[in-house]
Structure formats: C-alpha cells, structure tokens
C-alpha cells in the first residue's frame, strides 16, 4: 500500500525526495567497479543486495565522506552506524578527547574531515580546550546536529555574525562586478561569541532561512520553542539548546534517546549469537 505523502506527490518529485538517482548512479559504478566478481551471481542479484543495504543502513560502511554526506539518509545511517559500533564506549564510562573520537569516525569514514569533529568538539567543550575529555553521549549529540545540519549551521553562523555587526541578514544584496562574488566573512571571536544576540530577532531570521533552505534543517516550530525559552544568547549556546533538545533528536529519528542510547537488543543479540 503506498503511503500518502508518496500518493500526494508526482513521481518525479518523489524520486528527487528520496534521492533515488543518486544511489542508481552509485549502484551503477559499484556495479562496473565490481563487475567481474558481480558476474559470477548476476546482476538482479547485486541491485537487490545493493537496495537492501540502502534501506537497512549499511551501505555508508567504509564509503568515501563525499558519499556518507550525499543524502539525508546516508547521513542519518551513518550516525546510527557510529552509535552501533561504538555505544560500548558510553557503556564503560570512557572519556576521549576529539582526537581519539575523530579515529573512531575514521574508521567507518576514512577521509572523514577533521574539521567537523572539531566544531562538533566545540559545541561540548565551548571554551575549555580541546584537548579535553568527553563522555560518548555529549560527543555524539553534538556531533549529530554538526554533521546533520552541517550546512544549515554554517548559514546560521553567517546570520549570528552579521547580527552582532548589527546587520540585518534578511536584506539580499546582489553582488556586481566591482564587489565580487564573494565577500569574506569575519569568524566568530571569542568577544562576539560571548555578547549573544536577541533570542526574537535572530528566530525571525532562522524562520526565513528555514523556508528557503534546499539542506536539512531542524522543524521551525522545535527552533522557536528553544529560542522563546530565553531572551538572548550565544551561537554556541543555540548549538547546545539543539544537541540536547529530545524533540529535534526524534524528529531526525537517527539516534535513541538519551536514556536508552546505551541499549541496543538487536546488536546485543548479534553478539551473542557471534
């Protein structure tokens, strides 16, 4: 029986939805990679294996980072994955630090980028060094919103800036010849970090953004119950309000909750049975 919301949309915009053409074009180069040894049980065989690891999850294991990061759901695999694998770090109270964390996503991802652990890190630590120790579940929160929203965060940071310069970020100017295309952006210092922002105005920007956004972002109506809940605050103060937000980790539906995260009967069973 199809579901409504494909009932309700036409083929075509329902297969760009569900990325459908970019793991046909995936499937296609495993396909001629592989083909001798796919050869030997045929190619039904080797699109139906291919399609079950899509939907079973596991078809990010070991993939280049320019693949785990293509689609919503490779992303949300690939946090499942890094939570299947490693949850036994959380089990044993271990505490890592970023460096030791990013070697554990490098081998589910090797070229994994170090950057994204990195501004993962900082959402824990904020401004301890980072250097310091981590326990898995601050780790993995943090680095779910980073990795998910990874674009969407970086248009947030742009928006968090120009409100410090007291810019309005909703005014588009078009760039000409004589301005350039690109405009480089001041970071995000220690000072302006600390001052915050207006919680009101800088939600009315985040819900124009959320409209016009073709990345994933997080449910306007779970941003704006965060940001009501104060009257100002920081950049990294949102990040946090997000990494520990119950209904933003169930809406993105990768993750368990925080009180059963260390709980996985399926796996338990996997290795017992191994």
Known sequence: MLSPERLAL????????????TYMEDAVCQLLE????????????????????????????????????????????FLRAFWRCFRTVGKNGDLLTMREYH???QLLCPDFPLELTQKAARIVLMDDAMDCLMSFSDFLFAFQIQFYYSEFLESVAAIYQDLLAGKNPNTVIVPTSSSGQHRQRPTLGEASMLEGVEASLFYQCLENLCDRHKY?????????EVLSNVQRLTFYGFLVALSKHHGINQALG??????????????????ERL
Do not use: W
């Open 34 to 77: 592989n083909k001798e040894d796919i050869s030997q049980y045929g190619i039904a065989r080797f699109f139906t294996e291919y399609f079950n690891s899509v939907c079973q999850g596991t078809h990010i294991l070991f993939r280049e980072f320019s693949f785990i990061q293509a689609t919503p759901h490779n992303r949300a695999s």
């Open 254 to 271: 990768a993750l368990p909750d925080k009180g059963d995260l260390m709980h996985d009967p399926a796996m338990d069973e996997e290795l």
């Open 10 to 21: 036409p083929d075509y915009e329902y297969l760009a939805q569900r990325h459908v053409l």
């Open 103 to 105: 070697c554990l996503l």
């Open 216 to 224: 994933s972002c997080p449910p306007p109506a779970l941003v704006k």
